[in-house]
């Protein structure tokens, strides 16, 4: 008997669907229910709640969902050897768990989620992390059709995600998370929580959407840290030429000194200078 449930052991489970992960596919199982059942609770309370898994593999953190009181889990697997595993936690957990086959960077879910609240929980494959989350930020309309996200990532992407201006580790990925979420880390997980055991650690993050974050176009946002990150080394009168147009201009506009670099600008200066973009000043 698991921690959580009467299922078999995933150590079983893996053995007997022979599943073996994939590095390929950024696969890296997690066996302790208890640590999976801790990511779950990370989320708050699940009852009533829909949540959204991305990558679930055998099903260790979709059993923890549904054993801590998720109403339903919709999760999305591109592996089919994972299929019959999950079908076993479908079948142990009757109406609630629904298992979409398919590439989570190309799945519309929301038809699959109902009225109710939704959350994303996941361990994230790592070779599609960021992609996912970018993704999800620049989501439109806002706020979003999901009440938080609480995911994995290696430690050195959580901490870009939850970065500061003037950080060592703020950048583009900072500044959306900053822009359009509240961010956090919640704990970290070590290489030797999962099998095959990464060369890094891992961190849980938690995201809160912001109802009402500062005005901007995701488009020109997107395209004004792409040039200010491009050389993050040398100041914003250089690295914004990478516009297309001159950016004294726009720079005064914005009320910023040309000689900051992209790091040390606060995020409504990005905002700023994303609408006066698009404003073609």
Known sequence: ?????DLPPLREVIARHG?????SLGQN????LNLTSRIARASGPLDGVTVVEVGPGPGGLTRALLANGAARVVAVERDQRCLPALAEIAAYYPGRLTVIEGDALEVDLRPHLGDGPARIVANLP???????LTGWLTSDPWPPWFQSLTLMFQ???????????????????????????????AFDVGPGAFVPPPKVTSSVVHLIPRAAPLPASVRMLERVTAAAFGQRRKMIRQSLKGLGRDPAALIAAAGLDPT?????????AFCTLARLFEAGV
């Open 1 to 5: 008997m698991s921690a959580i449930d």
């Open 19 to 23: 599943l073996m992960p994939k590095k």
């Open 260 to 268: 900051v670099r992209a790091e040390e600008l606060p995020i409504e």
């Open 155 to 185: 430690k050195e992407v959580a901490q870009r995600i939850v970065a500061a201006p003037a950080a060592d580790a703020f950048g583009r990925l900072g500044v959306l998370a900053g822009w359009r979420t509240q961010a956090r880390i």
């Open 126 to 132: 790592y070779n599609v992390a960021t992609p996912l």
């Open 29 to 32: 199982f997690l066996f302790d």
